[in-house]
Every structure is written in structure tokens, then in C-alpha cells.
């Protein structure tokens, strides 16, 4: 089976760094992606990581350690409009591709 | 243009009744999804197909049935609906290849089961 962690909420300041952990147990790794979601919304991709190391994307980056099961997503120059949730994925190979997300961190930024 | 696009965004319906939602999603993609969400936000897959081929059933209950006329549609039929059906459903497409599934949603359809 599939075990994903994130912590379930977090509290930054506008213009402030916040990273967002998530720690997964999984057979057959196939990647894994952040996405935001934001209140009655459907989530919407952030970042994708395969490989060992840090992706960075604008404000966003994230990170894998696939030989530790873990990830993190970084936002730098908080904006309030960043408050949301954050998904953690891990695909895996079983036969077929199969998703499974993490419960979500909810962030919410305030001035 | 919308990608992927989901009918009817709210429904409302009574227990025991049979309730279908629609899917499409115009990317050109092979792979579609049934996701749900409840109301504590966890995001659990149920059903994909691809190209109109079941390739995963994740322990749905049988009143639950995905309808794949092509692969452009992925649709959600409900038999017998109960009350802790309710719940956001997500249809979702992806390339559908061995790497980098980005999952492109749909904006979700609210039911409630009264």
C-alpha cells in the first residue's frame, strides 16, 4: 500500500518563506507533484519531481529525496493569495499508472 | 476554451435515487479519472480508464459505475445513492504515459444526498 504525510495546517506571514513537508512509503515510484487548491476549487498542478533535488519555478520550488521519502514545497514572497491547500502525489507503477494524494495542508497566510 | 469540463456542477438528490455526472475533456489526452473528495478534503482516486479501458476500480462500491463512450468522455452513473455519497466528485485527464501524469481537473461537482 501507500502511506502519505503532510502536516494537516500552517500559519506564514504575507512576504514570508514557508516550506511544506511531505513524507511518503511507496512501491514502484513514478514522481511526485504538488498542487494547489484553493477554497471550492479544483486543484491545480504546481510541480513535478522524478529526480533527486530541487525544481524551482518562480516563487515555488520543491524538493525530492527519493532515497528518504520525502519532499517539500517551498513558497517564497508569501502573498495572501497563496492561502490554500497543498497536495502532496506520488504516482506509482503497479501494471498502470495509479495517483494517490495526500490529505492536504492547509496554508493561510495573514498580513 | 475549457480543458476538461464537468455536468452539472451542484446536485442535489434524494437517498435511493440514481444520479449520473458527465465528463470531457478536449486536451487530446488517453487517460481520464474519477476522483472524491470529502468533506475533510482528502482527495481519493476511484476509477481510470484509458483510452475507454478500466485500468483501475480503487474498492468503489458496484453502485458506482464509469461509462467510457470514447476517450474524449468519462462518465459517473450512482445507483441507489446514500447519504455518505455526498462529497465533491473531480473528473481528471492526463497524458496517460508512464511519466509525469500531471492531472488536469475538472472544476468538480458538488453532490448532496438528502
Known amino acids: 500500500g501507500q502511506n502519505i504525510d503532510q502536516p494537516t495546517e500552517m500559519t506564514a506571514t504575507e512576504g514570508a518563506i514557508v516550506q511544506i513537508n511531505c513524507t511518503y512509503q511507496?512501491?514502484?515510484?513514478?514522481?511526485l507533484f504538488w498542487y494547489q487548491q484553493h477554497a471550492g476549487e479544483a486543484p491545480t498542478f504546481l510541480s513535478y519531481?522524478?529526480?533527486?533535488g530541487l525544481e524551482e519555478k518562480g516563487r515555488f520550488s520543491s524538493f525530492l529525496s527519493r532515497s528518504k521519502g520525502y519532499s517539500y514545497l517551498l513558497l517564497k514572497e508569501l502573498q495572501m493569495k497563496d492561502s490554500a491547500s497543498y497536495l502532496c502525489?506520488?504516482?506509482?507503477?503497479?501494471?498502470?499508472?495509479?495517483?494517490?494524494f495526500g490529505r492536504g495542508t492547509s496554508l493561510i497566510v495573514h498580513p | 476554451d475549457t480543458a476538461v469540463s464537468q455536468t452539472p456542477k451542484y446536485l442535489v438528490t434524494q437517498m435511493g435515487n440514481d444520479k449520473s455526472i458527465k465528463c470531457e475533456q478536449n486536451?487530446?489526452?488517453?487517460?481520464m479519472y474519477w476522483y472524491k473528495q470529502d468533506s475533510k478534503k482528502f482527495l481519493k482516486i476511484m476509477f481510470s480508464y484509458n483510452n475507454k479501458e478500466l485500468i483501475i476500480n480503487e474498492t468503489v462500491p458496484n453502485r458506482f459505475s464509469p461509462k467510457s463512450p470514447d476517450k474524449a468522455h468519462l462518465n459517473l452513473h450512482i445507483n441507489s445513492l446514500e447519504l455518505g455519497d455526498s462529497a465533491v466528485y473531480f473528473c481528471?485527464?492526463?497524458?496517460?504515459?508512464?511519466?509525469?501524469?500531471?492531472?488536469?481537473f475538472g472544476p468538480g461537482t458538488r453532490l448532496t444526498v438528502l
Open positions: 519531481n522524478v529526480l533527486d
Open positions: 481528471a485527464s492526463s497524458q496517460g504515459g508512464v511519466w509525469d501524469n500531471e492531472q488536469f
Open positions: 502525489a506520488v504516482g506509482r507503477i503497479g501494471g498502470s499508472y495509479i495517483p494517490t
Open positions: 511507496t512501491s514502484g515510484f513514478n514522481g
Open positions: 486536451l487530446g489526452h488517453d487517460t
